[in-house]
Structures are given as C-alpha cells and as structure tokens.
C-alpha cells in the first residue's frame, strides 16, 4: 500500500500559512517580511490570516516553535538509542544534518535568530538550547574520560559541529560559488554530510 502525501490543498489553511510563512522569513528576515506578503503566498486575504494567528509575532513563534520540536524530536531518537561511544555521536551528527537537508529553510531561520539574539521571539534562544548542549558536552567529556575519543574542548568541539553543520545551508548562495555548483543538490548535501561525519570521526575516535 502506498501513501501519498497531502497536497497544499488537502493541507489546512493553517498549515499551508506555516508553511508560506517559513518561506519568506527565511528569504526575508522577520522585518522584511510582511503578513501581506505570506497571505498572498498562500492565495488568502490578510484578515483571514489573522483568523488563524493574531499577529506577526504570533505566526513567528509558532514556525519557530514547529522548527524547535522537530528538531528536538528526531535528536532525542538518536540521544536516546542504545548505540555507544562514536556510533552515538553519528546518530546525533546524522540526525542534525538529515533534518536541515530536508528543510534548509529552518537552518535559515535558526541563524538568523542566533544573530540577533532571539528579539523576534521574546526568548533567550541560547538558554533554551543550553540544557542539550551542555548534555552533549557531558557525553563528550565522558568518553574522553573514558579513553574512547581522543581528548578535546568539548564545549567548542560542539560549537565547530555547530559551525560545520548549519553553515553548509544557511549559507548555500555564498558556498554555490565557492564550489562553483549547488549545494545544496542531493549529491552535495550527500558529498557534504560524508565528510563532516568523516572530519569527525577522525577527529574523536583513537
């Protein structure tokens, strides 16, 4: 049996105007995007965009609030499974870089946030995220302890992984030109992913 997913028209109006929504403010940036402009996208009238979400700051939080969970949901998977040692750390490093190949647009979004400091949403980004970050570093530093990785800052090995793995798409204009291709073709994202886990590998295991 097979299984065909929704079409925009099938999809709620609500989820089609998340969806649009994350479109522009990717492309946009939260002050270059208008609720005209997503309204539009989706093929409705500004009042009815408000029926579903009561105002910009509103329909924000909640696309950040869907990118978050989705995020958060398939790295507790990994986190959580009975795999050890660098196997685990893969699962972690595979499930970042599946999600934000999947849905670059939430990678936009995300560093876009980083540097302004999560004003658009009324929170502290960096304080949500710290509980898993420091929950990393813990693991990392206890393997090392343990003689299973070689020994480094844990902490600012995270935030390279940070770097290595949010950069390539949040950036993918900037790199098309340095590879002289698009990265963000199932090939490179493929050609990518490999050698960050690779760098990685090499780098943790003994």
């Keep these: ?19 649009e929504a994350l479109l522009c403010f990717a492309q946009k940036g939260y002050d270059g995007t208008s609720l005209n402009d997503i ?13 579903h979400f009561p105002s910009k700051e509103a329909l924000y939080g909640d696309v950040f609030e869907r990118l978050l969970s989705e995020w958060l949901e398939r790295l507790d998977i990994a986190v959580n499974s009975s795999a050890q040692g660098w196997d685990k750390a893969e699962l972690v490093l595979r499930a970042c870089l599946d999600l934000f190949a999947d849905t670059p647009d939430y990678v936009r979004i995300m560093r876009r946030e980083a540097l302004d400091g999560g004003v658009h949403l009324g929170i502290d980004l960096s304080g949500v995220l710290r509980p898993f970050f420091d929950r990393a570093a813990e693991y990392l530093q206890g393997e090392m ?27 993918s204009p900037f790199v098309n030109g340095l590879l002289d291709d698009e990265a963000l073709t199932p090939e490179n994202i493929r050609a990518h992913t490999e050698h960050v886990i690779a760098f990685f590998r090499s780098a943790l295991v003994r």
């Design 1 to 19: 049996m097979t299984y065909d997913a929704p079409t925009a028209n099938q999809r709620s109006t609500r989820d089609q105007i998340l969806d």
């Design 39 to 51: 309204a539009a996208g989706v093929g409705i009238r500004r009042p009815s965009l408000l029926h």
């Design 145 to 171: 302890n343990k003689g299973v990785f070689a020994t480094h800052d844990a902490r600012h090995l995270l935030i390279t992984g940070y770097g290595a793995v949010l950069t390539y798409f949040s950036d």
